[in-house]
């Protein structure tokens, strides 16, 4: 048996980290986080869930468009209906070209632009991350991945809202579904010692106690485990008047902000990579 001993060395940036940025729209959240690595833009794949990365330059972009892959009914090249063994229509994924998607941007505007499922990529990363080139994959937003799982939930259930289940079954079914995405994807991720980061809108704050509440944008269950799950946790800002983005790991009680990272606790900085690497690469243990 084996036994690592640890002793922190900050004068190389860890890895297997997983970020929760958090903060209101037009932070910069995807800007910052499409450039993540010691190569860029080229070290970061984001998981495009809120269609919102149409403008950072030089990203990789994967869209995802639901949690499953959408399905059809299956013809012959004639348009006859194919039946199973039972005598019952089959069905086949709908190809990714073929889902109703067309670029927004750049060189190929206007045509089909293939979309996928989180568990296609999910599937396809499994199998092929350990060889690609990327050091960060980011989820672009976790509150969009909730919608497409509470809308899974509501017709698993039979119910019309959120809320309408029995004994909180509703809630509990979707924060699992949640969770099983976030966490296979962060086993994936450390095991390969990657970095994953997670995007959230925040919640509109309210002051309590003479204290601002910060939370991430899902239900309070779901941030509570997302929030444990992740090493560091900021909350992005920018002041008014202002063009650059701050991040904060000021955490208390009342806000879900904070780093396991000795060298980024309790401190706000410039929201972007490498003051990032700066802080924690010039931190000394006392």
Known sequence: MIINKIEND?????????????????TQKTTAASKWSD????????????QGADYAQGAN??????LVPPTKIKKDE????????????????????ERGYYHRVGPNIGKPMPVYSMREVYTWLSNELENLPYEAIV??????????????????????????????????MARKKNL????????????????????????????MDNKVQLSPDVPKGLGNALTAKADVIGYTTIKKGENQANISF????????????????????????ETIKTEIMSYKED
């Not at 004639?78 to 070209?97: A, C, M, R, W, Y």
């Open 10 to 26: 900050w004068s190389v940036m860890p890895r297997g980290v997983t970020y929760y940025f958090i903060g209101q729209p037009k």
């Open 61 to 66: 972009v994967i869209p995802i468009v639901s």
């Open 180 to 207: 099983d995405v976030i966490v296979n994807l962060q086993k994936l991720t450390k095991r390969l010692g990657r970095n994953l980061i997670l995007i959230s809108h925040s919640k509109a704050s309210s002051v």
């Open 250 to 273: 000021v955490g208390y009680d009342e806000r879900m902000i904070g780093s396991r990272l000795r060298p980024l606790a309790q401190k706000e900085l410039k929201f972007d990579y």
């Open 139 to 172: 989820i672009d937003t976790v509150d969009e991945v909730n919608s497409w799982i509470e809308d899974i939930v509501k017709k698993e259930l039979k119910i019309e809202a959120m809320g309408q289940g029995q004994w909180g079954a509703d809630w509990g």
């Open 39 to 50: 190569k860029g833009t080229e070290g970061v794949l984001i998981l495009d869930a809120d």
């Open 78 to 97: 004639n348009g006859k209906i194919i039946l199973d063994e039972n005598k019952k229509p089959t069905v086949e994924i709908v190809p990714p070209e």
